[in-house]
């Protein structure tokens, strides 16, 4: 979900205002229900609060809580990259290497 992902990237701060549901319905040409539920998921998740009469708006999160969910991210991205590396047959070490490029570059 973009809103997310601007979030945990600091793209939008804490208490900075959400389109409407309808507007960000139109601007992206998708149903206001499913913008709905998507805004229902950030609320639950704890990344926006949606205050009566005023709107949505980017929570106030710690620091830790952004971080936590960025590690979730990347264990989740890394467990499918360690299942590939063993039905290719490439060692712990290969993919230790590999994964030690990229973070490097």
């Given at each position: ?91 712990l070490g290969q993919m230790t ?9």
């Amino acid at each position: 979900m973009q809103v997310k992902s601007f979030i945990m990237d600091g793209k939008l701060s804490a208490g900075e205002a959400l389109p409407s549901m309808r507007a960000l319905a139109k601007d992206l040409h998708i149903s206001v229900i499913t913008v709905q539920r998507a805004y229902e998921d950030l609320t639950r998740d704890g990344f926006i609060e949606t205050v009566s009469g005023k709107g949505s708006f980017v929570a106030s999160q710690n620091k830790e809580f952004i971080q936590e969910e960025q590690l979730r991210i990347a264990e989740e991205l890394l467990q499918k990259v360690a299942e590939i590396g063993r039905a290719h047959g490439i060692s712990l070490g290969q993919m230790t290497n590999i994964l030690k490029l990229f973070y490097e570059e």
